[in-house]
Structure formats: structure tokens, C-alpha cells
């Protein structure tokens, strides 16, 4: 990856050009780029700026002053304008980043290292970016954990990856582990869009559910999100919902592989006892291991259980009409899997209660048939009329697509036929008799 020119121009070119007006668009951050959004929005709220040839670099490393700069940007933090006073020993009084380390070196946002020096030209690192991030913008972290017997104690980025999962700000489209990984310019903005979304919304957590697909089930009263590469089948009493192993073989959910997920949901005629629930899952998967929180959406009540160890998340929700939906969630042991754990509690989190319609019947296939083949290049309907097969299953991905971005082909054996979706534009292209995805 290439390295800034030089700091001087690493500040012409990263804080003080004029943003464009609108949102920017970039010759090299395409509409399918992962990191777009973060990338204009930032761009628009003048917290970072394209190069003058109307370039991001996107893939070119950040180093710490400059991270530095763009969180205390994002936070709102202004710099001194005092009397400059050297406060490391590699930070000139005439540097361009001079008053903002000074700034958070006072505001405790920044250490240094050992030996007084801040190394503000080196790459910053993900664990250090985090670290940033969270002190800028007042979020708190659990205390390293200590072994009492050996006096050693754990790394010091882990509460720090741990909070960014909680957080949703690295998720599977986002997928930042490696602590040691040198940052992006657009990892960077991705990191820091999110955490400005959270703070300036008051956000639990990122929404990573924006263009996800909408599960709707009447009969069990129940509406929820989820990812579009998950498959689905809706039931009268049971529903599942599935996200594949890259060498799963078999298209269901009855067995769970490292990187693969699933999640059940059932309705009882009767409510469920949630003391007794917390009694049976702390037995089943161990005190230690299981955590428990209550949740509720209208007049619903109910529970999460959780136990990372087995890889379980679970939910029991007493609607308040005398029925009861309990929802099994499993996903695989690989550590990228914890991105699908996350996933299966943003479903659970999209939850929204939803009465059996009094209205007239669903439409027939063939009325289903109907509005698809009527919809065939209508923009921004895609998602919508896709919604109208629950049954429908993701064959294949063609990641280049027609230039445009990836393009999904999806089978309904309900109509026996197979959609050409174009993820970016929210259109379908075309459809086929039977299952397949030569078009």
C-alpha cells in the first residue's frame, strides 16, 4: 500500500481542501465500494477530503497524527491555540498535527510510547485506532483482566476489539480482527462513520440492518430483517433462516459448520416461564458462561440468552395475547463467526410485532408471477417484490456482475422460477423458468 507523500501534504490534501459539494464522488470509490458511505459522508461533514485530481486513495495507509486528527474532528474535540510547548520528543513545535497531539496528550486521549515519543508518521494500527476512537469520543471500556497466580494480563487491545464488535463498528462487511493490521484510508473512515453515527444518533449500536431483506411471518405475529446472502422458509408454526458455509454442500440448517449460522422460530399457545428459562439454559451451558438480558418490543416481554462458549443465542418472547415465540439461534466455531452472532442478534434485535392481517387473501403464484414479470428494470422495486417469495433460495453470486456490482440469482420453487437481481441499483433484471443461472 502506498504511504502518504509527505506530512505537508498529507495536510493540504486530508483536512483542509474544500470538500465537494454534495456527496462526493470519488474516481476511485466506485457505489459498490463497502466503505462509500462512510467515505462521502465524511467527506460532506468535512472531516476528511479527496486528493486534487478528485481521488480518495482508498487503499493508502493512515498514519497516527493523522487518525489522531480525523477522530478529534469527528468528536468534536478543538485543538489549542495557546503558547506552543513541545510535549514529545519526535512532535515539532511547527508540525501540523502540533496542537492537536498537545490537545489529546492533555485530554488523556493519547500515551506515547516509552521512550517520549509519539511516532506520528507511523501507520496506525487497528488496536490503535480503536483506542482513539473510544477515548475520543468518551466510550468506556472493560479493565484489561489480570491472572491473579501469574501476575500476567491480557492483551491490551482485546476490550478495545471486543467493544468495536459490540458496537457493530467492524461487522462481516467490516470484518477488522487483526489488531496489528495497519488502517486504510477508507477502513479508517469506516470506523470512525460508524462511531460518529452512534454518538451523534444515541445509538446502542451501529444499525447494520439497512438493506437487509424483510422476514415477515402474520400467522406467528412477528417482522424482522436479515442479511440478503441468509436463505429463508417461512412455516405455519416454524421458520428458519440460514446463513451457509463457503463448503457447506447441503442447502438447509440442520447441522452447523464453522462459518456457518442458523436461526429457529417457533409459536406456543402459552407463555414461557423466564425464570424457568434462565434456570435451564445457565444448566445446560454452565453459570459461568451464560449471559442473560431482558427484552421487550411493545407489549411483548421476553429474554436473550446467550453463551459464546457454545456458540448458542437464544430468545423467549411472551407476546401478550397468550402465545409465546422461541427463537434458536446456533453459529459455527470459527472465529469469523462471531460476525454471525452478531448478525443473529441484530435479527432479533429488528424484531417488530405485527397482528394477522383481517384484509383479504395473500395473491396466488401466479398473481406473484405477475407483479414480478411487471417489475422486471423498475428501480428500487427489486427488494420489494423479492419479498413476495419467502421460499426463495440464493443459488449464486456473480460478484462482477454486469459492472455495476454483484448480481444475485435467487429460485422460487413456488413459481419455478429463478430472479436476476442487481444488488446496487435494487432491480431485478430478468427472470427464468425453472432453477438456474444461465441467463
Known amino acids: 500500500m502506498r504511504r502518504f507523500l509527505t506530512t505537508v501534504i498529507s495536510l493540504l490534501v486530508f483536512f483542509v481542501l474544500p470538500f465537494q459539494t454534495g456527496l462526493a464522488a470519488f474516481s476511485d470509490v466506485s457505489a459498490e465500494n463497502p466503505h462509500a458511505e462512510a467515505i462521502n459522508t465524511l467527506s460532506t461533514l468535512s472531516i476528511i477530503n479527496g486528493y486534487p485530481d478528485g481521488t480518495f486513495h482508498p487503499e493508502q495507509e493512515v498514519s497516527r497524527a493523522e487518525m489522531l486528527t480525523l477522530v478529534m474532528k469527528s468528536a468534536g474535540i478543538v485543538p489549542d491555540a495557546g503558547p506552543q510547548s513541545r510535549n514529545f520528543l519526535d512532535v515539532a513545535d511547527g508540525a501540523w498535527y502540533f496542537q492537536y497531539v498537545r490537545k489529546a496528550m492533555t485530554a488523556r486521549l493519547i500515551t506515547g510510547y516509552a521512550d517520549n515519543t509519539f511516532r506520528p508518521t507511523k501507520t496506525v494500527t487497528l488496536a490503535e485506532g480503536l483506542a482513539m476512537i473510544f477515548k475520543g469520543h468518551g466510550v468506556q471500556v472493560r479493565p484489561v483482566q489480570s491472572d491473579t497466580k501469574t501476575g ?11 467493544k468495536s464488535i459490540t458496537l457493530n463498528l467492524t461487522s462481516r462487511n467490516n470484518p477488522l480482527t487483526d489488531p496489528n493490521k495497519n488502517l486504510t484510508r477508507a477502513e479508517a473512515a469506516e470506523l470512525i462513520f460508524r462511531m460518529k453515527k452512534i454518538s451523534s444518533d444515541r445509538l446502542e449500536r451501529f444499525d447494520i440492518t439497512a438493506d437487509w431483506w424483510t ?5 406467528n405475529y412477528y417482522e424482522i430483517k436479515y442479511p440478503s446472502d441468509w436463505q429463508a422458509f417461512k412455516g405455519t408454526n416454524h421458520s428458519a433462516l440460514w446463513k451457509l458455509d463457503g463448503e457447506q454442500a447441503q442447502a438447509w440448517f440442520t447441522h452447523t459448520y464453522p462459518k456457518s449460522a442458523h436461526l ?6 402459552s407463555t414461557i416461564s423466564l425464570p424457568v428459562v434462565r434456570q435451564r439454559f445457565s444448566s445446560l451451558y454452565g453459570k459461568d458462561s451464560s449471559v442473560f438480558a431482558d427484552f421487550s418490543r411493545g407489549s411483548a416481554r421476553g429474554l436473550i440468552a446467550r453463551s459464546a462458549s457454545a456458540g448458542v443465542i437464544d430468545l423467549y418472547l411472551n407476546l ?3 402465545k409465546a415465540l422461541t427463537w434458536y439461534g446456533e453459529y459455527g466455531s470459527d472465529p469469523y463467526a462471531a460476525f454471525l452472532e452478531q448478525e443473529i442478534s441484530a435479527m432479533m434485535h429488528s424484531f417488530t410485532f405485527v397482528e394477522k392481517p383481517a384484509g383479504p387473501p395473500p395473491p396466488t ?14 428501480e428500487s422495486k427489486g427488494r420489494e417484490t423479492m419479498a413476495l417469495f419467502a421460499d426463495r433460495v440464493l443459488i449464486e453470486t456473480d460478484s462482477v456482475g454486469v459492472g455495476t456490482g454483484p448480481v444475485d440469482y435467487y429460485y422460487s420453487a413456488e413459481i419455478d422460477h429463478t430472479i436476476k437481481y442487481e444488488r446496487a441499483s435494487n432491480v431485478i433484471l430478468s427472470i427464468k423458468k425453472g432453477r438456474t443461472s444461465a441467463f
Open 365 to 378: 403464484p401466479e398473481q406473484k408471477l405477475t407483479t414480478l414479470r411487471e417489475r422486471i428494470l423498475v
Open 215 to 219: 422476514f415477515r411471518n402474520e400467522g
Open 264 to 269: 429457529s422460530i417457533s409459536i406456543s399457545g
Open 320 to 322: 401478550g395475547n397468550g
Open 152 to 162: 500476567l494480563s491480557e492483551p491490551w487491545h482485546i476490550p478495545y476489539l471486543e
